[in-house]
T-cell receptor, first 113, second 112 residues
Framework: SQTIHQWPATLVQPVGSPLSLECTVEGTSNPNLYWYRQAAGRGLQLLFYSVGIGQISSEVPQNLSASRPQDRQFILSSKKLLLSDSGFYLC????????????FGPGTRLTVT | QKEVEQNSGPLSVPEGAIASLNCTYSDRGSQSFFWYRQYSGKSPELIMSIYSNGDKEDGRFTAQLNKASQYVSLLIRDSQPSDSATYLCAVILTGGGNKLTFGTGTQLKVEL
């Protein structure tokens, strides 16, 4: 069966510091991968998605970036965090079929102080 | 008009009752529809997917899709306190590839 991991689970970072969040998927190959952010009391906002190694599509221009160095690894980064970057960051994977179902990891709760 | 709309709630139902959650979408060409359950502080969990008009049942859950009226609903029979959560509707819009567009969710409270 497939498993998706995210770490760290929680993170408190000062404004202006860098960020690196990691997501890995087990038990499948060539998944579609997604990064979402959920601000407090808000809906899910798609940040980036990837259909293959090195292929990244950005949905929202901001100070975040994503990379996919390996088939089942997806990384979200920032060089300088803003207060507005606080939120619940979720990684998801999809088998890439036409049906489109996505499965979420446990998430990382980021607080920028 | 939002692409995927849900009533934010909270929707309160007594234990054992049927909870009815609704979602409307703006893109008539949408083909894939999903319901996720999200407990407070946790990540969303896929509970139902539906692709054709009509009903799809899975245990206590029934998803209903009406493409002509552009709505999808989720019925939860014999509601339990453990069903208390936020329910997110998600749709793949025309030309969206495999990207999901989410509603803001409906908070369900099942009361003893």
């Amino acid at each position: 069966s497939q498993t998706i991991h995210q770490w760290p689970a929680t993170l408190v970072q000062p404004v202006g510091s860098p960020l690196s969040l990691e997501c890995t998927v087990e038990g499948t190959s060539n998944p579609n991968l997604y990064w979402y952010r959920q601000a407090a009391g808000r809906g899910l906002q798609l940040l980036f998605y990837s259909v293959g190694i090195g292929q990244i599509s950005s949905e929202v221009p901001q100070n975040l970036s994503a990379s996919r160095p390996q088939d089942r690894q997806f990384i979200l980064s920032s060089k300088k965090l803003l207060l507005s970057d606080s939120g619940f960051y979720l990684c998801a994977w999809s088998p890439g079929t036409a049906f489109g179902e996505q499965y979420f990891g446990p998430g990382t709760r980021l607080t920028v102080t | 008009q939002k692409e995927v709309e849900q009533n934010s709630g909270p929707l309160s139902v007594p234990e054992g009752a049927i909870a009815s959650l609704n979602c409307t979408y703006s893109d008539r060409g949408s083909q894939s529809f999903f319901w996720y359950r999200q407990y407070s502080g946790k990540s969303p969990e896929l509970i139902m997917s539906i692709y054709s008009n009509g009903d799809k049942e899975d245990g206590r859950f029934t998803a209903q899709l009406n493409k002509a009226s552009q709505y999808v609903s989720l019925l939860i029979r014999d509601s339990q306190p453990s069903d208390s959560a936020t329910y997110l509707c998600a749709v793949i819009l025309t030309g969206g590839g495999n990207k999901l567009t989410f509603g803001t969710g409906t908070q369900l409270k099942v009361e003893l």
